[in-house]
């Protein structure tokens, strides 16, 4: 029998600073999951503390910033597996008997990390991700960055996280599907999202996974997406991959339905992902060296 694998996407707001608001809008989005038929539940990025930073002098050095008391007081709020947050959410997760991707600031070393746990349907954390692609360039530089791409076993099915600017490196889809994920998961929070949709379909395409995305709704924002590795039909048509596209202000959880075995027949015999690479000739991708016109003062 053909097994779906369904994932529901959470394109929903969430309060910036009340975690408990969160965690309960949370629990009324995988209920409703559940009643939909979903496997796992995907959540933007950091639902449960909010996306926010705390207001500091910009002019401020890195090691100045880290001593403020604003900076104190919201590491000080970043959460971890062991969170009375997070620990609700396993516990929804086994009672549904459905499997989340749940996100928030979590304690680092020295600053929080931007991460996301997979809980499986009994209620497990079998996976933690912190974001590798923090954006240094902007707020984000008051995070810690993530050191590794994960990839673990949901059900059977094989799952890798990016979270939002990780998407846009290839890199990180690459390095994923070269690990295993047949599904990569994405929350996300931002706008401008067009080139960013069309980014996430590539990486569908140029690996041969399946990638499900979640973006909370708001002017030039939203969009959260699936999208299908399958490009061609079985006569080397092109087909449209595009599973589900939400529009960019709803407040909604959209259903995608990744159909395993077509999937799966599809990445063995088709061309793409890690089959005829010339790995000899990418040596230049470990060379952290930055030129013009990428360079950044």
């Not at 449960?48 to 590491?75: R, S």
């Not at 009375?84 to 516990?91: L, N, P, S, T, V």
């Not at 996301?116 to 009994?122: L, M, P």
């Not at 599809?266 to 992902?273: A, F, I, N, S, V």
Request: aromatic content about 10%; some cysteine; glycine content about 6%.
């Amino acid at each position: 029998m053909t097994k779906i694998f369904r994932v529901a996407i959470v394109q929903e707001t969430r309060d910036p600073y009340n975690m408990d608001l969160n965690t309960n809008k949370g629990l009324s989005a995988m209920k409703r999951a559940k009643e939909l038929g979903a496997d796992i539940v995907l959540f933007p990025e950091c639902w449960i503390t909010g996306y926010e930073f705390p207001k500091i002098q910009k002019d401020l050095g890195i090691d100045e910033i880290l001593n403020t008391k604003e900076f104190i007081e919201w590491n000080n709020q970043a959460i971890d597996e062991d969170s009375e947050h997070i620990q609700i959410f396993c516990k929804a997760a086994k009672l549904l008997n459905i499997g989340v991707v749940i996100t928030g600031y979590t304690k680092g070393i020295n600053k929080p990390q931007n991460s996301a746990f997979i809980i499986n349907k009994n209620g497990q954390i079998i996976m933690k991700y912190s974001k590798v692609h923090t954006c240094d360039f902007a707020d984000e530089r008051l995070l810690e960055s993530g050191d590794e791409f994960k990839v673990c076993d949901f059900d059977g099915v094989k799952l890798g996280i990016m979270i939002c600017y990780d998407r846009e490196y290839p890199e990180s889809a690459r390095i994923l599907m070269l690990k295993g994920a047949e599904i990569i998961l994405v929350p996300n929070d931002c706008g401008s999202m067009r080139p960013r949709v069309q980014a996430l379909s590539t990486r569908a395409y140029e690996n041969m996974v399946g990638v499900a995305m979640a973006n909370p709704p708001r002017r030039n924002a939203g969009c959260s997406c699936a999208f299908s590795p399958i490009t061609w039909d079985k006569f080397g048509e092109p087909v449209d991959n595009t599973i589900v596209l939400a529009d960019a202000e709803s407040e909604n959880i959209l259903v995608a339905d990744f159909d395993l075995e077509k999937l799966r027949d599809y990445r063995k015999h088709e061309m793409m992902g890690n089959t005829f690479r010339k790995v000899r000739a990418y040596s230049e991708l470990l060379n952290e060296t930055i030129k013009e016109p990428f360079k950044r003062y």
